[in-house]
């Protein structure tokens, strides 16, 4: 497949850097727009590493993807003023409303949803960012609108 043949690529350029893995990591994501399971494969047999392992950093390391970004981003502030003022029920509220969990999208290709730790609005929490957008004191009622909003 073009992914197959374009992670081979990238790990013939950069197999030879001391610890390769995260640089590949970072080109195959950069080039694919995220790391799909057969460049895992890829990838683990080119550096002699179990695919367990690589998906073990992939999963580690929040910046990497499994499948394409979707078109529209949620971030929900799970920081520890946000959580104190209601974050936790935002992001479960989040969870039920887009129907996935943090570091994943929607079935429909929509929404990707993912946390993020602090967006400078403590003193208006829970606050979340749409699409590179900020949004304070934000409720489940309101957090529905502004998904509502994005799609229009
Ligand atoms: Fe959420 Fe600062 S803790 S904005």
Not at 11 to 15: E, H, I, M, P
């Given at each position: 497949t073009?992914?197959?043949a374009a992670t081979a690529r990238i790990?013939?350029?950069?197999?030879d850097l001391p610890g390769p893995l995260l640089p590949v990591l970072h080109e195959v994501q950069h080039e694919l727009g995220c790391i799909p399971a057969e460049a895992v494969q890829t990838i683990a047999e080119a550096l002699n590493l179990s695919r367990a392992e690589v998906h073990g950093v992939i999963t580690f390391y929040p910046h990497f993807r499994g499948e394409p970004a979707a078109r529209h981003t949620l971030e929900v502030c799970r920081a520890e003023s946000c959580q104190a003022m209601g974050g936790e029920h935002l992001a479960a509220h989040a969870r039920t409303a887009l129907g996935c969990d943090f570091h994943a999208s929607t079935a429909d290709g929509n929404f990707?949803?993912?946390p993020v730790y602090c967006l400078g609005l403590c003193a208006q929490s829970p606050a979340v960012m749409i699409d590179g957008q900020p949004h304070a004191r934000v409720t489940p009622d309101k957090l529905d609108r502004l998904l509502i909003r994005t799609l229009e």
């Open positions: 073009p992914a197959i790990v013939a350029r950069l197999k990707t949803l993912e």
